[in-house]
Nanobody
């Protein structure tokens, strides 16, 4: 079992940066792929970024590619999402999630993730 707690959300202006953190507790964090998802009001949850258990492979949604960076440190049981050049449309609740894929890869499908955090709110204003 893995427990995930996100932090770092807040209210920022368009063009600003934020760094979201995901603290994991439990066993075998290094054997889980990690992902970030977000859900805006009235919209479905969408994939943002994912990283394989080794950290070697990363994948991003087209909407955030070049602006967001996902990272992890297995020794610290931590994952992060660095968000730069934030846009109004990035406003959402952001969730980190852990997936036991059984291989050093990633997945962008929410259904493949076994554990989820409670979410952290990001609001981007003009």
């Amino acid at each position: 079992q893995v427990q995930l707690v996100e932090s770092g959300g807040g209210l920022v202006e368009a063009g600003d940066s934020l760094r979201l953190s995901c603290a994991a507790s439990g066993r075998s964090f290094s054997s889980y792929a990690m992902g970030w998802f977000r859900q805006a009001p009235g919209k479905e949850r969408e994939f943002v970024a994912a990283v394989s258990w080794s950290g070697d492979t990363k994948f991003y949604a087209d909407s955030v590619k070049g602006r967001f960076t996902i990272s992890r440190e297995n020794d610290k049981n931590m994952a992060w999402l660095q968000m730069n050049s934030l846009k109004l449309e990035d406003t959402a609740v952001y969730y980190c999630a852990a997936a036991s894929l059984g291989t050093d890869w990633y997945d962008e499908r929410a259904d493949e993730y076994d554990y989820w955090g409670q979410g952290t709110q990001v609001i981007v204003s003009s």
